[in-house]
Every structure is written in C-alpha cells, then in structure tokens.
C-alpha cells in the first residue's frame, strides 16, 4: 500500500479526522453537558480550522483526479509522473495554498470590535455567525470569505469536472470488451466522494442564500453534517472498493 494514491487516501483521512476533531466534540459538549462557552481563541482556532480543511479537502479530492486521469490516459507514463515526490509536493502545495488564503479570515474576525450581545446564533464557530455580533462593518469580511471560498473550491471543480471529461474521452475510445468498465472502476470511488461532497455543499450553499425561507436550524444542521458525514462514509467507500 507504499504507492502515491494511499498516500492521498492517508491524507484525506488526516483531513477528516482533524475536522472532526474540531468540530463534534464541542456540538456534543453542547448537547450533552450544555457546555456552551467556548473562549474567544478557541472559537476563531476552529474557524481556520474549518474553513482551512474544507478547502484542502476539495484540493486533496482535485489532485486524485488528476492521478485518475494519468493513470487511465497516460498509463504507461504513469510511474514516472505520480512518484513519491509528486505527491509531497502536492501535499505541501494543498497546505501552503489553502493555510495563506484562509488564515485572513479569523484574522479580520479578531480585528472586529464586539461590543453587542456574545451568544452565537450557531454551535460551531462559523465566520457569518461570529462577525454578526460585531459593532463593526463586516462587509469586507464577509465579501473576503465568499471571494477566497468560491475561488479555491471552484477552481478545484473546475480541474476536477476537466479531468473526469478526459478521462471519460479516453475509456470511450477504447474498444477491448471489458477495458471500459475496467478503466471506469479505477474512479468510481473517488467520483462518487466527490459527487457527494459537491451535492452537500451546494445544498448546504443554497440553504444559506435561502436562510430567510426555511428554518434557521437547517442550514446549522447541514453545517454539523457536512463535518461529519463525508469522514464517515470516505474510510466506507474507500474500505469496500
């Protein structure tokens, strides 16, 4: 299991268990114990750390695509390209990329003045539900947060929609009985994590954009599950393919 795609899988259980780690802990300590205080370091620590990960999750998700697609469209180019090598510097390009463009956000969270109320409409520390309470003009802390995010997750997408398109080009063209669906299994996995994680997202997305039509706890729900059920279901997935 020494080999570059196991390596990315271990990384992207790295990713989920820290997310997790960061995030259900304290929803239980909330519902459990009623434990709801949380210091102002900690709340703005678990606000880099979600809005972090989560972006170095989609990256992680964009650079096995990228795998998936040499592996099946260049196949014989395949152990000179994805080396050991290739995948440390990804890991370290997914890092460094989302840690200088996240790390602003709780930044400017921090530098806000709170002089209101200091209940957080939410259980986990998301950056709309901390800078409400502000006294300040959030407009650029919020416009930052929607830029940076669709950029990097879009971007992502993007490479990852581009990658799927080639691949699919590929097995089309092959004409050996049985190669395409072979082919196509190599990915079915990953595609299936990716789907999932985009359709949460989007829904978890529109749900915000809509807040003023549907309840306020969904979208706080959708939040919980979007940390939650994607670690579970990727060891799943990943485990029985």
Request: aromatic residues 12%; charged residues 10%; hydrophobic residues 55%.
């Amino acid at each position: 299991m020494h080999e570059p795609m196991y390596y990315l899988l271990s990384f992207l259980s790295l990713l989920d268990m820290v997310l997790c780690l960061t995030v259900i802990p304290k929803v239980l300590a909330i519902f459990w114990f009623d434990l709801r205080s949380i210091s102002f370091s900690a709340c703005f620590l678990q606000m880099f750390i979600m809005n972090c990960f989560l972006a170095m999750e989609s990256c992680t998700f964009m650079v096995m695509a990228y795998d998936r697609y040499v592996a099946i469209c260049h196949p014989l180019r395949y152990p000179s390209i994805i080396t050991d090598q290739f995948v440390a510097r990804a890991t370290m390009f997914v890092v460094a990329r989302n840690a200088m463009f996240f790390l602003p956000v709780p930044i400017l969270s921090s530098r806000l003045r709170y002089c209101a109320e200091n209940i957080i409409k939410n259980c986990i520390c998301t950056n709309l539900s901390v800078s409400k309470l502000s006294c300040d003009d959030i407009t650029f802390n919020q416009l930052y947060q929607f830029v940076a995010g669709w950029t990097l997750l879009g971007s992502d997408l993007i490479l990852i929609v581009l990658s799927y398109s080639f691949i699919l080009r590929a097995v089309l063209r092959i004409k050996a009985e049985g190669a395409a669906a072979k082919a196509l299994s190599t990915c079915g996995s990953h595609f299936i994590l990716i789907l999932f994680f985009s359709t949460v997202l989007l829904v978890l997305v529109i749900t915000n954009l809509a807040r003023k039509r549907i309840p306020p706890d969904v979208p706080i729900l959708l939040n919980i599950l979007h940390h939650l059920i994607p670690p579970a279901l990727n060891p799943i997935v990943y485990g029985v393919r």
